[in-house]
């Protein structure tokens, strides 16, 4: 079975511009959580997606959103990109929000910021 | 105030020898899920163990174990018999209920080094 995956793998863009990062949970899971990972920390939480619906929300700026799809993959949007956007964006499964089953996560995306 | 604590930033073992990482977390939820995450260099976060606040047995999975201590409010992940491979950074990470989902509170990591 497929994992989750995430495209694209890396991307460059400049200040002010926009950005869509891509993910399709594992087959089944029903949940998919969004994460970014600064160079020299651990992952903080963005969003997390449930049947189309956001059940949580991190303390990120209104620049970052994200959408679920009926087939449960999922994109995450950040807007008027800065600098500090720089990071390993993370995007997590589970069967649903409540479970005790552990989130698996993708590879990631790498965006870079110049 | 931080709600998982990874005091180690780094950690050297030698091959065979079993390492212990430290984690400790602060959360007045009487419920709630501690997870283990190891992240090579590559980037993948990959799940190795996970210890539930109810669970009255500390929690194994082949080569790791976790040495959960609810007085305290520890969860020690423990690697048995190292190997090179597990050279990586390790995530100590609780789940929190977010109304009415969950995310995952994650400290900063130690980083294993396994030397031959």
């Known amino acids: 079975d497929a994992g989750v995956t995430q495209s694209p793998t890396h991307l460059i863009k400049t200040r002010g511009q926009q950005v869509t990062l891509r993910c399709s949970p594992i087959s089944g899971h029903k949940s998919v959580s969004w994460y970014q990972q600064v160079l020299g920390q651990g992952p903080q939480f963005i969003f997390q997606y449930y049947e189309k619906e956001e059940r949580g929300r991190g303390n990120f700026p209104d620049r970052f959103s994200a959408r679920q799809f009926p087939n449960y993959s999922s994109e995450l949007n950040v807007n008027a990109l800065l600098l500090g956007d720089s990071a390993l964006y993370l995007c997590?499964?589970?069967?649903?929000?409540?479970?005790?089953?552990?989130?698996?996560f993708g590879d990631g995306t790498r965006l870079s910021i110049l | 105030a931080q709600k998982i604590t990874q005091t180690q930033p780094g950690m050297f073992v030698q091959e065979k020898e079993a390492v212990t990482l430290d984690c400790t977390y602060d959360?007045?939820?009487?419920?709630?899920?501690l997870f283990w995450y190891k992240q090579p260099s590559s980037g993948e976060m990959i799940f190795l163990i996970y210890?539930?606040?109810?669970?009255?047995q500390n929690a194994t999975e082949g080569r790791y174990s976790l040495n959960f201590q609810k007085a305290r409010k520890s969860a020690n992940l423990v690697i048995s018999a190292s190997q090179l491979g597990d050279s990586a950074m390790y995530f100590c990470a609780m789940r929190e209920d977010n109304q009415a989902g969950t995310a995952l509170i994650f400290g900063k990591g130690t980083t294993l080094s396994v030397s031959s």
């Open positions: 997590a499964s589970s069967p649903d929000p409540n479970s005790n089953q552990p989130q698996h």
């Open positions: 210890q539930g606040s109810y669970d009255q």
């Open positions: 959360t007045s939820d009487p419920s709630y899920g």
